[in-house]
């Protein structure tokens, strides 16, 4: 069975950071470009960022670029996302979800994980 299963939310101040993992088991290699997605209430869900299998293909979504850094280890079946310079507006659950590539990484999804950015 596919599992997704994020870690790492909290709450935290305006301007500090915390790191996401999605740890990911019984994925086949050719579904593992991961995504991170997000939802804050009454707002339409975001995809933050994706990173392709291999790595080699990266994007994010132009409200976070410059802040957030994803990242994966696949040794350890786990994909990254590394937030800074949070910002209020960040608030929300974060969900990591996975496909065949960035244009497909919603095949899969994860519980999602609560982001709180106190201003």
């Known amino acids: 069975e596919v599992q997704l299963v994020e870690s790492g939310g909290g709450l935290v101040q305006a301007g500090g950071s915390l790191r996401l993992s999605c740890a990911y088991s019984e994925l086949t290699f050719d579904n593992r470009a991961i995504a991170w997605f997000r939802q804050a209430p009454g707002k339409e869900r975001e995809r933050v960022s994706c990173?392709?299998?291999?790595?080699?293909?990266?994007d994010y979504a132009a409200s976070v670029k410059g802040r957030f850094t994803i990242s994966r280890d696949n040794a350890k079946n786990t994909v990254y996302l590394q937030m800074n310079s949070l910002k209020s507006e960040d608030t929300a659950v974060y969900l990591c979800?996975?496909?065949?590539?960035?244009?497909?990484?919603?095949?899969?999804w994860g519980q999602g994980t609560q982001v709180t950015v106190s201003s």
């Open positions: 979800a996975a496909g065949s590539s960035c244009l497909r990484a919603s095949r899969y």
């Open positions: 990173i392709s299998s291999s790595g080699n293909h990266i």
